[in-house]
């Protein structure tokens, strides 16, 4: 009760001109979370960061899930991620709630809600067994309100493949590079286009490959400029950064000074 009464003296000290709605904004970033026992949920993460919290799947149980899931759609988070659930994680979490599931990426989004794509990320694979990774990338960018296009099978044994895409891949603001065996698709395509490359090396590959360690060597040793390397099999965090990149232009900061110019009008 007491920081409702401090939310609604914050927001009178607004409507009073004390206060700029930028300094406001910074204040409600420091909201709080419900304890749940098993779970502290922070029902303010999209205020702080313009997002709500993504929930990770794997190592919960179904019921943990759900309870996560409801006491945030009772705040009024919508299209809530859920990554790496299990099918019978997913099967009670849409019995219980609006819920939407996908098995190949092995993700969720609960209280789904249409909303707008805005800019353009390319999501490209060096092969068809990457996609489950390019997919749980792809799915989190666009559940985070972006335009995404897939690219997938266009590695680099099959370079013409990929070379018969360079006007999708020089129109997006960001490419995600999903490749396992050697990882040299986010080399190849990072000296290609002018945007940043998040690059994905997954476990895809031959026994040498030690699970996609050989692809993560490949990547953080990549000649390509503008290329960043996430961890191995790590497909959401590439499709949060990537959509993070993709709309830095067109959110201003909270301070409400300085931030990016706007968009050049050449991209997207």
């Known amino acids: 009760m007491e920081k409702r009464q401090d939310i609604r003296r914050l927001l ?10 930028e300094e406001a904004l910074l204040h409600l970033k420091e909201a709080p979370f419900e304890d749940l026992d098993y779970a502290k949920v922070d029902y303010h993460r999209s205020v702080r ?36 659930i299990s099918p019978e994680a997913a099967e009670v979490l849409c019995a219980a709630v609006p819920a939407e599931y996908h098995p190949l990426p092995r993700l969720a989004v609960a209280f789904p809600r249409k909303q707008e794509h805005r ?44 070379l018969s895409n360079l006007d999708v891949l020089m129109s997006a603001r960001c490419v995600v590079a999903v490749a396992g065996m050697e990882g040299a698709l986010a080399s190849v395509i990072g000296g290609l286009v002018d945007c940043p490359v998040v690059a994905v090396p997954t476990s ?44 830095m232009e067109s959110i201003p900061p909270a301070s409400g000074t300085g931030g990016l110019p706007g968009d050049s009008g050449k991209r997207g």
């Open 204 to 247: 895809v590959g031959y026994g040498a490959s030690f699970g996609g360690l050989s692809a993560l060597l490949s990547m953080l040793n990549s000649c390509a400029s503008g290329c960043s390397v996430v961890n191995i099999d790590n497909g959401f965090g590439a499709g949060y950064l990537a959509g993070m990149i993709n709309q």
């Open 49 to 84: 960061q313009g997002a709500s919290e993504v929930i990770y799947g794997e190592g919960k149980t179904p019921e943990q899930i759900r309870g996560i899931v409801e006491a945030m759609g009772e705040r009024g988070c919508r299209n809530i991620l859920v990554t790496r």
């Open 119 to 162: 800019g353009s990320i390319v999501v490209a694979t060096g092969g068809t067994s990457d996609i489950p990774v390019a997919e749980e990338a792809a799915m989190t960018a666009e559940t985070l309100g972006n335009q995404v296009t897939r690219l997938y099978d266009v590695g680099v044994a099959g370079l013409h493949r990929l």
């Open 12 to 21: 009178q000290e607004v409507a009073d001109g004390k206060t700029s709605p």
